[in-house]
Nanobody
Framework: QVQLVESGGGLVQAGGSLRLSCAASVRSFTMNTMGWFRQAPGKEREFVSAINWSGSRLYYADSVKGRFTISRDNGKNSIYLQMNNLKFEDTAIYYC??????????????????WGQGTQVTVSS
């Protein structure tokens, strides 16, 4: 069983920054592919970013490339999402996700087995 706990969300003005964290309670964290998804009001959940077990492969949605950076610290069983130059349209609940092993498509919601409860990010314009 994998438990994921997100933190770091909040209210920020457009152009500002936030850093999300996701702590995982799992014995073999290094085996996990980790990802971030988000769901805005009235919209479906969408892929934001993902990172493979070693941190050597990073994946981003086009909408966040150049502004968001995903990273992981396997010693702390944690991943992070540094979000810079935030825009109003980044407002959403952000979810951390995990799966054991590498998926064929890092951007698919169905590729992940475990999910956190989410953290709210609100960007004011």
């Amino acid at each position: 069983q994998v438990q994921l706990v997100e933190s770091g969300g909040g209210l920020v003005q457009a152009g500002g920054s936030l850093r999300l964290s996701c702590a995982a309670s799992v014995r073999s964290f290094t085996m996990n592919t980790m990802g971030w998804f988000r769901q805005a009001p009235g919209k479906e959940r969408e892929f934001v970013s993902a990172i493979n077990w070693s941190g050597s492969r990073l994946y981003y949605a086009d909408s966040v490339k150049g502004r968001f950076t995903i990273s992981r610290d396997n010693g702390k069983n944690s991943i992070y999402l540094q979000m810079n130059n935030l825009k109003f349209e980044d407002t959403a609940i952000y979810y951390c996700a995990a799966r054991i092993g590498s998926p064929s498509n890092y951007g698919l919601e169905s590729a992940y087995n475990y999910w956190g409860q989410g953290t709210q990010v609100t960007v004011s314009s």
